[in-house]
T-cell receptor, first 114, second 117 residues
């Protein structure tokens, strides 16, 4: 059973427009959420995170929104740039049995068209 | 500061063989986690090591094992390889708090791509 779902395998956006990447989760115990970006032949790079006590976190062009009641989070990139073209992974963290564990979605491939 | 390094970058094995992958964390990082990435399942957590001890484990069969050395370098081993083990294996390091917590950002290496024929 997939606890973190990224239902859009791919997304194409025009340069300068907004990119919105979505993520849904099912486990109510998740209390920390992250987005990672991955370029081909490289490992994932941490992008931005949000605690469950917040509903929004901004870092430059990147904003993550969390809707706990809907168990939904989204990543907004404004304005989108060609260098943002990558695979984006949503991840969620829960504490249990003395440790945390990150659960990742399958990723959304973002293509920003110049 | 050098990033996380993984060797080898690419590997081809046949079913039934075993394989050992290596990971060198960022200098000063004491926690090392391993993940398997496949197109169908995304990134899945294998295990985490801290101070030469396995601190956390995902839902993988016992064929997957790992260890950590006193210099924090880590290896993972897969025995009796199956076709389904073909994947990108990623290693991530963090300072030493509980990996996955708010205080611990994980830094990933480029991965080892394993192909099992």
């Amino acid at each position: 059973d997939q606890q973190v779902k990224q239902n859009s395998p791919s997304l194409s956006v025009q340069e300068g427009r907004i990119s919105i990447l979505n993520c849904d989760y099912t486990n109510s115990m998740f209390d920390y959420f992250l987005w990672y970006k991955k370029y081909p032949a490289e490992g994932p790079t941490f992008l931005i995170s949000i605690s469950s006590i917040k509903d929004k976190n901004e870092d430059g062009r990147f904003t993550v929104f969390l809707n706990k009641s809907a168990k939904h989070l989204s990543l907004h990139i404004v304005p989108s740039q060609p260098g943002d073209s990558a695979v984006y992974f949503c991840a969620a963290s829960a504490y249990g049995a003395g440790s945390y564990q990150l659960t990742f979605g399958k990723g959304t491939k973002l293509s920003v068209i110049p | 500061k050098a990033g996380v390094t993984q060797t080898p970058r690419y590997l081809i094995k046949t079913r039934g063989q075993q394989v050992t992958l290596s990971c060198s964390p960022i200098s000063g990082h004491r926690s090392v986690s391993w993940y398997q990435q496949t197109p169908g399942q995304g990134l899945q957590f294998l295990f985490e090591y801290f101070s030469e001890t396995q601190r956390n484990k995902g839902n993988f069969p016992g064929r997957f094992s790992g260890r950590q050395f006193s210099n924090s370098r880590s290896e993972m081993n897969v025995s009796t390889l199956e076709l389904g083990d073909s994947a990108l294996y990623l290693c991530a390091s963090s300072l030493g708090g509980l990996a996955g917590s708010m205080q611990e950002t994980q830094y990933f290496g480029p991965g080892t791509r394993l192909l099992v024929l």
